[in-house]
């Protein structure tokens, strides 16, 4: 119960931010707000219509397009009920009508911000034809978490795979070398490129996870082209080839 209580107000906190903090510093999307419903019993009907009049006529009237359950398969039920909204009204009118009119049907409305993007790997595939060799990254969008947080050394990524290239320049930095995360007292073998074993998908796997990644007053060699999402984290590899006792 205690749990319930303290998730509940968590969720309400991050909404009444926008009432506690009038944010003037910082820029936001215009014309998309979060919506959380206070009930289970208001939900969405169509693309720009709820259950609820009271709410579709607050939408009708700021010109509401879209409407999506943000987190369709949260546990929390209060989760559920957070709506992403997109209008063409004006950002103030429209939070205004909620908390004029429909103050005990939703929380007060959340508005998102624009990512402010200061860091920039100068990694080659990523800058080559605006990420078109790093397309993965740009899908998830890795930059816009880049400002916040790229990951520690003391976090360590567990790959299980094919063989991997401890030697390529993009990982020579990145894995833990013959280390077993049970025991330090077993050691593994490491097979290399040009060795008994040919790596391939395993090492393009470990790439993605944590390939070195250029960052302030670091170098890369020449031919470390890619960039990775948690780059500053480090990799452990296992091998599925032999029955999975070899790491790399």
Known sequence: MKKYKYAKLIITGIFLMYGILNLHAQDYKSGILW?????????KVSETETSN??????????GVYSMRQVFPYAKLVENRRIYEVKFTGNDEDFTEGIINDATDLCFHPYRLSNPVLTYNPEDVFWNYNNGEWMWHLKKIQADNAWDIQRGEEGIVIAVIDSYFDPTHPDL???FLMNKNPITDSVYYPC???GGIFNPGHGT??????????????TIQPDTAYYCSIG???????YSLI???KSML
Do not use: C, H, P, W
């Open 53 to 62: 009049s009271t709410i579709n006529k607050i939408f009708d009237k700021n």
């Open 204 to 217: 393009i796997v470990a790439g993605f996870a944590s390939g070195q990644t250029t960052d302030e007053n």
């Open 242 to 244: 032999g029955g999975g």
């Open 35 to 43: 919506l959380m419903f206070q009930s289970d019993d208001i939900t």
């Open 231 to 237: 780059y500053k984290t480090k990799l452990l590899g």
């Open 191 to 193: 097979y290399s490129a």
């Open 172 to 174: 020579r930095s990145e």
